[in-house]
């Protein structure tokens, strides 16, 4: 090969399939960004070349673009020269073309040239780089394919520019990943909501329907009662009319028969029980403002605005929502609240969590000498509300994890794994703190501590 | 008919629903009433109660549960459930092992409530004077005393997997139809002669549970077993109170309940053949909105099931 032969200095498409016939076919295109996209077809130079030789080949224009030649013998790459070398040692130096030109380039080449695979991505090649490149910069790498035969040369800026095209990539995936992430994690917040909704709507059209049913009956049958009522009114008015003297004797008389008929209809013992149902029907009615107004709590889930409120309150409201599930299993509730300062929450989130942990207490209990128990105290700047069952308990490697997104142990379909998740979330917002402590068999106990307001100023300024 | 009042019980843990209903009540019938499940079965074990109508979510027994125990204390006694709420599953239950008579929503219409309740008292009192052989859920038919006659069932789905399941169920006994439209069923059932009909609720253009619906009115003695992957429970209350569905079944079937719901449909519609009297507590309420116009060839095959299905004394 002579020196003076114009160096190829083609793009290699993909694989240099032309140079080393079937040696990296098996790779194939992957969408995947690798070396060889990166790789030139670059004329190696031979050993044997003769310096001065290899000085007229980087004098070539062809060769203009190339920091350094790959040498190459018996189609292995055995190093490489750069233009910066052959400057410093034999062009600059006095004599140094006299003293080194004839000599072959073997005697002056680098004999650790980067060499990366054809098939390497450009990630591990650009581990490779920074592992062995000399600083300054002044030397490009040597391609081979997977026997080590040599293929073409490729440029270290050129990796780095598709490196930062990668990563130009990877954080558009990441952006859009983020996004479809956030978006998904919103909507299993809101299908968590529902399905606790779901519960909850159940349980409360059983107890709004309970005395919604009586109510009306009762209602309706005072309606039906007060028309014999009216009936024996009329019936005593006409008698009086006909004593004042507005009636003939036999007319009188019939208005007398009349009025003995309705009084024998009307039953005076049902008009008491009537007073009875009455007192009832205006219980019921109480009831059912007072869910209702409970329910108002509930309903605006989403709202985050901030008020002062009682934690015995909210705890006395979610135990209201939560009532039928609790009366279901015949759970005897025990409240201990302690005083506690008012507190700044939003109150839906609070009774979101409340209702949560005094849900979980009631699925946790198995047996049929339920206990629930709920305390309030405070502690320092905090107020704190304990939620304490009798229940099958959470073993110790369960408890590590029931704050887990997805964590859950019931059956497929009966919980999202979300609940305490979101608990958590809700209370991190509220700056305050949950946990849990749990002995197998004997129950679980929930903490829940909420800054006081003095306290939530001094942390947020 | 005796002169005497007849019983009828209520259960509910609501103290204020059981005053409310005796009052309505008084004196239309003798009327009991508990708060405790247990005490419930005491009753109907130690006197004749002619309905029993109770509340679902209670502490101590679930509604369903009263019920089912009260189909093998007292047979005769029809039952009913009154409830604010019930879900799908405690209404399945009713079907299946209640073999409830309706399911009332509270809060209730006093009128309709009285109605449906006098409606289920008249029919307790004919079954409390049959001998209790007859009405006993699940007793050997003593009439038939050899091999049990062959019956003719039909399904209807659009799904073939059904029939292959029913024919290999219990096809060797007996005769299985199929239909994939309400229209070919019904011609298949003015035929005449069919016992039990398995029919899917679902169906691409077809009114399979209004199908069902009239067919009970038309033909009380066909037993209904319906099947779904629907979970509505409004559809399924309708076609208690509307439909007296025999049995539901969710799908994707199970074999076993299946084959033991077949069994019991066949057992009973024999029973039903042996005593007339029986179909009364398959009366079904009319339909709030009734079925769309029907065409004439379909009028055509309703006529004809409904002559079929009239009662024949000794048929």
Not at chain 1, 345 to 369: G, K, R
Not at chain 2, 202 to 219: E, I, N, Q
Request: charged share 25%.
């Amino acid at each position: 090969m002579r020196f003076a032969e114009v160096a190829v200095m083609t793009k290699i498409p993909s694989a240099a399939k032309d140079l080393s016939p079937g040696e990296t076919a098996g790779a194939g295109v992957r969408k995947e960004r690798r070396i060889d996209a990166l790789t030139h077809a670059v004329q190696p130079v031979a050993p044997d070349t003769p310096i001065l030789a290899v000085g007229e080949r980087f004098l070539h224009p062809a060769s203009d673009a190339w920091l350094s030649l790959p040498i190459v013998e018996h189609g292995k790459p055995v190093g490489s020269i750069s233009r910066h070398e052959l400057m410093q040692r034999v062009y600059i130096k006095p004599f140094g073309r006299e003293l080194h030109g004839k000599r072959p380039i073997a005697t002056m080449m680098h004999a650790q040239p980067l060499v990366l695979a054809s098939d390497a991505t450009i990630e591990s090649a650009s581990r490779t780089i920074a592992a062995g490149i000399r600083q300054p910069i002044m030397e490009d790498f040597i391609v081979v394919d997977a026997i080590g035969n040599y293929i073409g040369a490729g440029k270290v800026l050129d990796v780095l520019g598709a490196m930062e095209a990668r990563l130009a990539q990877h954080s558009a995936d990441l952006e859009t990943a983020y996004r479809t992430l956030k978006s998904s994690q919103t909507r299993l917040i809101q299908s968590e909501k529902m399905a606790s909704l779901g519960q909850m709507v159940a349980g409360i059209a059983h107890e709004i329907n309970t005395p919604l049913g009586y109510v009306r009956n009762n209602v309706e049958m005072t309606q039906a009662s007060l028309q014999g009522i009216g009936d024996l009114l009329l019936a005593h008015e006409r008698v009086v009319d006909g004593l004042l003297g507005g009636a003939d004797e036999a007319e009188f008389e019939a208005r007398i028969a009349h009025l003995q008929s309705q009084r024998a209809l009307f039953d005076a013992a049902a008009l008491e029980d009537l007073r009875a149902l009455l007192d009832d029907t205006v219980y019921g009615v109480g009831q059912i403002a007072e869910l209702v107004g409970n329910l108002k709590d509930f309903s605006r889930l989403d709202q985050e605005r901030s008020e002062r409120v009682d934690v015995r309150r909210l705890i006395d409201s979610a135990l209201k929502i939560g009532g039928n599930l609790l009366r279901k299993k015949n759970i005897e509730v025990v409240r201990h609240f302690g005083e506690v300062p008012e507190i700044e929450c939003s109150p839906a989130q609070i009774n979101q969590v409340l209702l949560n942990l005094i849900t979980n207490a009631a699925q946790a209990i198995e047996h049929a000498d339920g206990r629930i128990t709920l305390r309030t105290h405070t502690m320092g700047h905090y107020a704190l509300i304990a939620v304490e069952d009798n229940g099958k308990g959470i073993p110790q490697q369960n408890l590590e994890r029931i704050f887990e997104p997805f964590f859950t142990t019931k059956p497929i379909g009966q919980g999202t794994g979300l609940g305490l998740s979101i608990c958590y979330q809700i209370i991190e917002q509220h700056r305050g703190r949950i946990r849990a402590t749990s002995s197998p068999g004997m129950g679980t106990r929930f903490l829940v501590a909420l800054p006081t307001p003095g306290h939530r100023k001094e942390s947020t300024p | 008919m005796s002169a005497a009042l007849a019983t009828v019980l209520f259960v509910d843990d609501e103290e204020r629903i059981l005053r409310s209903l005796r009052m309505l009540f008084r004196g239309r019938y003798e009327v009991l009433m508990t708060t405790s499940g247990r005490e419930a079965i005491e009753i109907v074990q130690s006197r004749p109660v002619h309905a029993l109508i109770s509340d679902q979510r209670m502490p101590e027994m679930l509604g369903v549960d009263l019920l089912r125990q009260v189909r093998v204390a007292s047979p005769a006694t029809m039952r009913l459930l009154l409830t604010g709420y019930a879900d799908l599953q405690a209404i399945v239950a009713s079907v299946n092992d209640g073999e409830i008579f309706r399911f009332i929503e509270k809060p209730w219409q006093p009128q309709q409530l009285i109605d449906t309740v006098e409606q289920a008292v008249q029919i307790a009192r004919q079954e409390f004077a049959l001998p209790r052989e007859l009405a006993a859920p699940g007793a050997p038919i003593t009439l038939a005393a050899g091999a049990k006659p062959a019956a003719k069932l039909l399904v209807l789905d659009e799904d073939g997997d059904t029939l292959r399941t029913v024919r290999e169920v219990c096809g060797a006994q007996h005769e299985v139809l199929g239909a994939s439209t309400v229209e070919s069923a019904l011609e298949a059932l003015s035929s005449g002669g069919i016992a039990v009909v398995v029919a899917e609720l679902a169906h691409r253009h077809d009114d399979v549970g209004g199908a069902l619906k009239t067919l009970k009115r038309y033909s009380p003695g066909t037993l209904t077993i319906a099947l779904s992957q629907l979970r509505d429970s409004r559809t399924l209350i309708e076609l208690i109170n509307q439909g007296q569905v025999y049995r539901f079944l969710p799908k994707p079937l199970s074999r076993e309940l299946l084959r033991r719901s077949l069994q019991a449909a066949l057992d009973h519609h024999q029973k039903l053949q042996a005593a007339p009297i029986l179909l009364r507590r398959h009366a079904v309420e009319q339909p709030k909105f009734e079925p769309m116009s029907l065409s004439a060839r379909l009028m055509d095959y309703w006529r004809r099931i409904r002559d079929n299905g009239r009662v024949r004394p000794n048929a």
